[in-house]
């Protein structure tokens, strides 16, 4: 008996190399061009509106009309975890770039993952919450406690709003190049935000890395001491 969706026609989508390479680029979240797109996929502007076309129609991506111009972003935060589940089999089971890019240390060491902080950072980030008591870990993921609520809201983020929303307030994701969790879910986002916000992070042009300032590292080391908790 054969149970549950079909999963063949996904997978068959994602892996062809040059949509992999469309979709790993759009996990930073940034919506782009056709012509981008056929860039970073190396196939031309014919060859990658038949993909496009592809993903459009699987529900793997959305695409937003302005002006003249079309751009391509994953389709919702699903299709990340998706992605980013395969990245963490593949690097697990040796499917490593043969060159990898110069950028290939900063992106170990911070990274967007969709909307949230990946990376060595982002595994610091959340093994300090877990050792100040911020959240725990349960048998079900991982929950904010009474003190993570309180100091979240002494740097600007608002628990109980997060909580209403309909997705997951803090999930744990598992982190393809430490092996080790960093934190998802909307409050994952809502904290990658504020650290963009507050000038202790920015976002490389045309890349997942995310670089911090001087400022950023000197409050990062002494958050990550447990002094900022």
């Given at each position: 008996m054969k149970d549950g969706p079909h999963i063949a026609r996904i997978a068959a989508l994602i892996g062809d190399s040059a949509r992999a390479e469309v979709l790993?680029?759009?996990m930073a979240d940034r919506a782009l061009t056709a012509t981008e797109?056929?860039?970073?996929?190396?196939?031309?502007?014919?060859?990658?509106?038949?993909?496009?076309?592809?993903?459009?129609?699987?529900?793997?991506?959305?695409?937003?009309?302005?002006?003249?111009?079309?751009?391509?972003?994953?389709a919702d935060r699903d299709v990340a975890q998706l992605l980013e589940s395969l990245m963490n089999v593949a690097f697990r089971s040796g499917a490593v770039r043969l060159r990898a890019s110069p950028r290939e240390p900063a992106l170990r060491r911070?990274?967007?993952?969709?909307?949230?902080?990946?990376?060595?950072?982002?595994?610091?980030?959340?093994e300090?919450?877990?050792?100040?008591?911020l959240v725990q870990a349960t048998a079900h993921g991982t929950e904010l406690t009474a003190a993570g609520a309180q100091w979240f809201s002494t740097?600007?983020?608002?628990?109980?709003?997060?909580?209403?929303q309909r997705r997951t307030l803090c999930r744990p994701c598992l982190?393809?190049?430490?092996?080790?969790?960093?934190l998802g879910g909307a409050l994952g986002a809502a904290l990658f935000q504020r650290l963009l916000e507050g000038g202790w992070a920015e976002r490389a042009a045309g890349?997942?890395?995310?670089?911090?300032?001087p400022r950023g590292e000197l409050a990062l080391r002494e958050w990550l001491a447990g002094h900022g908790a």
């Open positions: 790993t680029a759009l797109l056929a860039d970073v996929a190396g196939v031309t502007k014919q060859t990658i509106s038949a993909h496009l076309a592809k993903l459009l129609d699987a529900g793997l991506l959305a695409v937003e009309s302005q002006g003249r111009h079309r751009y391509f972003r994953l911070a990274r967007v993952c969709y909307d949230h902080l990946a990376g060595e950072v982002g595994v610091q980030f959340y300090a919450l877990l050792h100040n008591g740097v600007g983020i608002d628990t109980s709003r997060l909580a209403q982190d393809w190049s430490e092996r080790r969790h960093h890349s997942r890395v995310v670089r911090f300032t």
